[in-house]
């Protein structure tokens, strides 16, 4: 196995006892382009971790297994030590100080310099900047990747894809470069950054660099890469010839799993054929979340699920509803317009929000649980107030009955309604703010990451809660969920979000390489139609 | 026992998610600055005794300050509830209602009715005023107590212009010769001083209670207590504790700060009447200006953080910290003879206090 540039070996990590990576183990040869898929939360970053000796892996009782690189075992105890050995990373955010050339960006902290006289008394720190021999290296890193562009101009300004180029170009001005990981390079670059970028990472790999390239773009991985591994939930699914392969198997490949949540459908569900909510062109300003021209008709007395990859804009389309994000666009519930950005109208109209920011948005969690279930209900519908003269003053009787009866409903564990919401587990806050929402009496539920952070037993509760809703009170939810299990669960229909529109909409029991292919913005017809 | 068992689990579920340096129950539920503080009050209480200091006119001092500083901490708690942190900028509502003084005398009101007639002119001033000062702080967000404290500077330094140039004619409050007004006008002269202190008052054991001013205080903590008790109080509480929560539930923030602030004005304005007609009187130009700290470290001794903070602080922190500083006076005078070491006490233990509360002031997220 010589001509191995990395070995992964037998790889194991635990957080907190918390299995994130079982047995992984990789190769990676000279030149090879080896692609690198998973689903949020596969272990992949956790992976790209421990190659990189990140310092959370060690503060959190470091790893199992072993990593090899060219025949030699490695330890990495900080990045710095993955630099020295060859190891370097290209990143999704650039690391680029706007006011410097992309010289000085290229060559930061690796100065080229001269003696001088001041030097010489005073050390190396003083001396004369070699601008002449950096230009020139710096020269020759851009031409590796054809980017034309001067090396003296200011970074400040110039196109994002151009950013990335010279963060690649650090990369590999840095001598004795062996591996270059791209964590999702292409994720903020146009179509023909997209190309340029990977034929100068092909130009790289055939000088015998290593690439270990990290994407959820199905093509891209299929059109430069030689080899796929596939990690799910932790676990080393499969490592393929890119050419025995077809983006359908490596999407059902990446989703697959044992769905866990058992599907009982009750009879007494109606589903009226009624339009309760639609949303046209709706365009939501939220960081890292952002949508851009959604659509969607959501039908009284279905639980409609919103799905898909991480910072595709999931989870932007309930927070511009309610009006926490700037939005724009048209929603009507109920057959009247909603007035975007106005959090107290969508609540009014009956919308209640269950937010995925649950510690920052959703509670408060230096009050009490009494105040936190009422609170939103209080203040919009006036509710839990008596009149004492000209003032309405709370009726705490009312409010800590009304608490009480929550906390036995859904089975909030507290010592007493007084108990602060911040000292309360992630799965007892979720009830919570549950329980704020139900307050509320609304007639749609948009609940988003209802499970994020809670454990295996509260999140069938949550779900098992969310289910009664619809079947008793008929309520409509709209459920946004990273975790795709728990969506074809519970949902009546998926719709899965990918580039901040909607890619698709799909039944919970379609299979697995649909729900793949279309997180992952590929269109089956036209890529399996090319792939047979 | 099973009563112990009940308190030790519920500490437990409290320290899994917050854990301090220190975990002994007592301190954590009152707080450190406090039992220090309150511990310090009864050594020197001893000492007095010990000494030999009359402990009845010392008890009768110390009801009388807690009294007439009290409405002054209670300003705080508006602010500090509405997130806006403690009101540093409290010389705006203290000219206010050293303005409604003045103009009242002016006017050649005498006794309770001067009395009364302040009270409503400062309010209106001081609502007035407020108003402008919260959307000041509207506009700083993150860097509220800096600028209060030197809104409240520039203020008294501006103020001090108009009380020399102000066409104000009274003979209780001009110089003898030449413009402008006093630095420091007695209360006796317009038959105001501690007219307040005197109703309802009546001697115990030698101890002199202030009852109208004390019941007057009261009144005023039982009407904050009610207000955030009240729709509008409750959202303030939510906006102060969580801006982003508030928000998403529809709250209008910048308006409850705004409503917070005017509150905590009109109580500076109220809270000085208060304080000078106990006085017998009251100082104008550099007075007000370092009346904000005294007035911070108060309720911060009681328990309140930047952050947070309740009626009860008030009160507690209230009476402590006045209690402290005028029960060691007498003491620090007999046992160091010829020094000022009360007032060195005094100036340690205020600005100590506020620098303990603001480096346990959270930057940024949790």
């Known amino acids: 196995m010589s001509d191995n540039l990395l070995s992964i070996k037998n790889i194991s990590k635990e957080f907190y006892g918390n299995r994130v990576l079982k047995d992984i183990n990789m190769e990676i040869k000279k030149g090879?382009?080896?692609?690198?898929?998973?689903?949020?939360?596969?272990?992949?970053?956790?992976?790209?971790?421990?190659?990189?000796?990140?310092?959370?892996?060690?503060?959190?009782?470091?790893?199992?297994?072993?990593?090899?690189?060219?025949?030699?075992?490695?330890?990495?105890?900080?990045?710095?030590?993955?630099?020295?050995?060859?190891?370097?990373?290209?990143?999704?955010?650039?690391?680029?100080?706007?006011?410097?050339?992309?010289?000085?960006?290229?060559?930061?902290?690796?100065?080229?310099?001269?003696?001088?006289?001041?030097?010489?008394?005073?050390?190396?720190?003083?001396?004369?900047?070699?601008?002449?021999?950096?230009?020139?290296?710096?020269?020759?890193?851009?031409?590796?990747?054809?980017?034309?562009?001067?090396?003296?101009?200011?970074?400040?300004?110039?196109?994002?894809?151009?950013?990335?180029?010279?963060?690649?170009?650090?990369?590999?001005?840095?001598?004795?470069?062996?591996?270059?990981?791209?964590?999702?390079?292409t994720a903020v670059l146009t179509e023909s950054e997209t190309q340029n970028l990977l034929a100068a990472i092909e130009k790289l790999a055939a000088q015998g660099i290593g690439i270990i390239f990290i994407s959820h773009r199905l093509e891209e991985i299929m059109q430069v890469s030689h080899r796929v591994t596939i990690l799910r939930d932790g676990e080393h699914v499969v490592t393929k010839d890119t050419k025995d392969t077809n983006v359908y198997e490596i999407a059902e490949l990446m989703v697959g799993r044992k769905?866990?949540?058992?599907?009982?459908?009750?009879?007494?569900?109606?589903?009226?054929?009624?339009?309760?909510?639609?949303?046209?062109?709706?365009?939501?300003?939220?960081?890292?979340?952002?949508?851009?021209?959604?659509?969607?008709?959501?039908?009284?007395?279905?639980?409609?699920?919103?799905?898909?990859?991480?910072?595709?804009?999931?989870?932007?389309?309930?927070?511009?509803?309610?009006?926490?994000?700037?939005?724009?666009?048209?929603?009507?519930?109920?057959?009247?317009?909603?007035?975007?950005?106005?959090?107290?109208?969508?609540?009014?109209?009956?919308?209640?929000?269950?937010?995925?920011?649950?510690?920052?948005?959703?509670?408060?969690?230096?009050?009490?649980?009494?105040?936190?279930?009422?609170?939103?209900?209080?203040?919009?519908?006036?509710?839990?107030?008596?009149?004492?003269?000209?003032?309405?003053?709370?009726?705490?009787?009312?409010?800590?009955?009304?608490?009480?009866?929550?906390?036995?409903?859904?089975?909030?564990?507290?010592?007493?309604?007084?108990?602060?919401?911040?000292?309360?587990?992630?799965?007892?806050?979720?009830?919570?703010?549950?329980?704020?929402?139900l307050t509320q009496k609304p007639k749609l539920l948009l609940v988003s990451e209802p499970t994020r952070g809670i454990d295996i037993g509260a999140k069938k509760l949550i779900l098992d809660l969310l289910k009664k809703l619809n079947e008793e009170q008929g309520m409509t939810i709209v459920m946004t969920s990273s975790e795709l299990a728990e969506l074809r669960s519970i949902c009546d229909r998926i719709v899965i979000v990918c580039d901040g529109k909607v890619e698709g909409i799909l039944s919970p029991d379609a299979s697995n390489a649909e729900f793949g292919l279309m997180m992952s913005g590929t269109r089956a017809d036209s890529q399996l139609g090319g792939a047979e | 026992m099973s009563k112990n068992n009940d308190i030790q689990s519920n500490n437990d579920i409290q320290s899994n998610t917050i854990k301090k340096g220190l975990e002994i129950p007592i301190v954590k539920s009152i707080g450190l600055p406090t039992l220090i503080i309150a511990a310090f009050f009864i050594l020197v209480m001893t000492t007095a005794a010990i000494l030999k200091q009359s402990l009845p006119i010392l008890i009768s001092d110390i009801l009388r300050r807690f009294g007439m500083n009290g409405v002054l901490v209670l300003a705080m708690v508006p602010a500090i509830k509405s997130g806006t942190g403690p009101n540093f900028a409290l010389p705006l509502g203290i000219i206010c209602g050293l303005l409604a003084w003045t103009i009242g005398i002016e006017m050649g009101f005498i006794g309770i009715t001067l009395i009364l007639l302040t009270v409503v002119m400062a309010t209106v001033f001081a609502a007035v005023t407020g108003y402008f000062y919260g959307k000041l702080l509207n506009a700083v967000k993150g860097a509220e107590m800096t600028i209060a404290t030197y809104t409240g500077f520039s203020t008294v330094a501006l103020m001090s212009l108009v009380w020399l140039m102000a066409p104000f004619k009274s003979k209780q409050m001009g110089w003898m010769m030449g413009e402008g007004l006093r630095e420091t006008i007695k209360l006796d002269g317009v038959e105001a001083g501690q007219i307040i202190n005197n109703f309802l008052s009546f001697e115990i054991f030698e101890v002199k209670i202030p009852t109208g001013l004390l019941l007057t205080f009261f009144a005023f903590c039982f009407l904050v207590w009610i207000f955030f008790r009240t729709k509008t109080g409750i959202a303030i509480i939510a906006g102060g504790s969580n801006p982003e929560f508030a928000a998403a539930s529809g709250i209008d923030i910048d308006k409850n700060r705004l409503i917070a602030n005017i509150l905590s004005t009109v109580l500076g304005a109220i809270g000085i009447i208060l304080y000078s007609q106990s006085y017998g009187f009251f100082q104008l130009y550099s007075g007000p200006l370092m009346m904000a700290f005294p007035a911070v470290a108060g309720v911060l001794i009681g328990g309140a953080t930047a952050s947070k903070a309740n009626i009860s602080h008030v009160i507690i922190g209230t009476f402590l910290f006045q209690g402290l500083l005028t029960a060691s006076m007498p003491v620090a005078n007999q046992l160091f003879e010829g020094t000022d070491l009360s007032e060195i006490m005094r100036v340690v233990l205020q600005n100590g206090i506020i620098l303990y509360a603001l480096t346990q002031v959270k930057g940024g997220g949790k």
Do not use: W
């Not at chain 1, 898929?37 to 596969?42: K, L, Q, R, V």
């Not at chain 1, 060859?86 to 690391?95: K, N, S, W």
């Not at chain 1, 979340?289 to 279905?302: A, D, P, S, T, W």
């Open chain 1, 32 to 185: 090879e382009i080896h692609a690198l898929i998973g689903e949020n939360g596969a272990g992949k970053s956790t992976l790209m971790n421990i190659l990189f000796g990140m310092p959370m892996i060690h503060e959190t009782g470091g790893y199992q297994g072993s990593i090899e690189l060219e025949g030699k075992e490695v330890l990495f105890a900080s990045p710095h030590e993955a630099m020295a050995h060859g190891i370097g990373m290209v990143h999704q955010e650039f690391m680029l100080i706007p006011g410097f050339t992309i010289t000085e960006n290229i060559k930061i902290n690796r100065e080229l310099t001269n003696p001088n006289l001041v030097s010489k008394i005073f050390g190396r720190q003083y001396e004369g900047l070699d601008m002449k021999k950096m230009n020139s290296d710096a020269r020759k890193a851009l031409d590796i990747m054809s980017m034309g562009i001067e090396e003296y101009t200011q970074v400040a300004g110039l196109p994002v894809g151009h950013m990335q180029f010279i963060e690649i170009a650090r990369e590999i001005d840095k001598t004795g470069i062996k591996l270059l990981v791209f964590d999702e390079p």
């Open chain 1, 259 to 437: 769905v866990s949540l058992d599907r009982t459908n009750s009879t007494s569900r109606r589903i009226s054929d009624e339009t309760v909510l639609s949303i046209k062109n709706l365009e939501v300003k939220m960081p890292g979340e952002e949508v851009k021209g959604f659509n969607l008709e959501v039908k009284k007395g279905e639980i409609i699920g919103i799905g898909g990859l991480a910072g595709q804009g999931k989870i932007g389309v309930a927070n511009g509803i309610m009006g926490i994000f700037p939005a724009r666009g048209q929603v009507i519930f109920e057959s009247s317009p909603l007035e975007l950005n106005n959090p107290r109208g969508a609540i009014a109209a009956g919308l209640s929000f269950l937010s995925e920011d649950r510690k920052g948005v959703g509670l408060l969690l230096d009050e009490s649980i009494e105040l936190n279930t009422v609170f939103t209900s209080m203040q919009i519908h006036k509710e839990f107030l008596h009149n004492i003269g000209f003032v309405r003053v709370m009726d705490s009787r009312k409010i800590r009955n009304h608490t009480n009866k929550m906390i036995k409903d859904l089975d909030i564990r507290c010592t007493s309604s007084l108990q602060h919401a911040g000292s309360l587990s992630g799965g007892n806050q979720q009830k919570v703010c549950m329980a704020r929402a």
